[in-house]
């Protein structure tokens, strides 16, 4: 496919997991790519890697305007990065709340916010929200990170109102549990890393996790200028995990 031919797009979280399938999917149909993430050192081969904490103002609209200045527009936005945080409503301080929504938050409406002067010069202008299946499900012992992710959807549901007028689509993709770093990491810090992959595995309706190139896949459908009349749309991509209750 070629339907990203001539448009810019900007990833942040980037280098590794979802963020990184996007580049390379895009990439791959024709986008000049720019990774934001906070170390680009495994950053696939794409157009531009730019090292930027999305908790920092001015590192955020320096490395928007640096990505502007060189392919001359920004015309998709992908707003990837984040954290994961465990435990239940006790488990963290003030402190570990606030950094975490500041990731997870703040960090996207930073990046959005400097985007927007040049999104709104695009003609193809797009924005995808990373979000969670945990926005709109319970589950145990992520209370910090669910509430982060809820926050996404609002966010990404409100900016699609706003900037409808100005032919900005917003959309909003859930994805459920992904084989990505952070997974592995959570699963070997676990008494029995097999069988809690094991666990994880066979609650999945597909018998599988989700793959991080599955998220990337929807998450290129929505910013693709061939999805114009999509716009306010939450996507999930669970492998059935909220949608279907399978007999046991």
Not at 27 to 44: E, K, N, S
Not at 199 to 209: I, S, T, V
């Amino acid at each position: 496919m070629n339907d990203y031919d001539g448009l810019v797009v900007l990833v942040t979280g980037g280098a590794s997991g979802i963020g990184a399938a996007v580049a390379r999917t895009v990439h791959a149909r024709g986008a000049t790519v720019a990774v934001l993430d906070r170390d680009v050192t495994d950053a696939d081969s794409v157009s531009l890697s730019l090292a930027c904490d999305v908790t920092d103002s001015t590192g955020v609209d320096a490395a928007v305007a640096a990505v502007a200045e060189r392919f001359g527009r920004i015309d998709v936005v992908v707003s990837n990065a984040g954290i994961g945080a465990q435990g239940d409503v006790a488990a963290n301080d003030d402190a570990e709340w606030a950094r975490v929504l500041d990731v997870n938050v703040v960090g996207m409406a930073r990046v959005c916010r400097a985007a927007l002067p040049h999104l709104r010069r695009s003609p193809q202008a797009a924005v995808v929200l990373t979000s969670s299946v945990l926005a709109v499900m319970g589950a145990p012992n992520r209370v910090l990170y669910s509430a982060t992710k809820g926050a996404v959807l609002a966010l990404g549901l409100a900016m699609a109102a706003d900037h409808v007028g100005e032919g900005i689509r917003v959309n909003v993709v859930l994805p459920g549990t992904a084989d990505t770093p952070w997974i592995g990491r959570l699963l070997e810090s676990a008494d029995d890393p097999e069988a809690a992959r094991t666990a994880l595995r066979d609650r999945q309706p597909l018998g599988r996790l989700v793959t991080p190139d599955e998220v990337a896949n929807a998450i290129a459908y929505l910013g693709s200028p061939l999805s114009g009349s999509t716009t306010g749309t939450v996507l999930t991509v669970d492998g059935g995990f909220t949608g279907l209750r399978l007999p046991r």
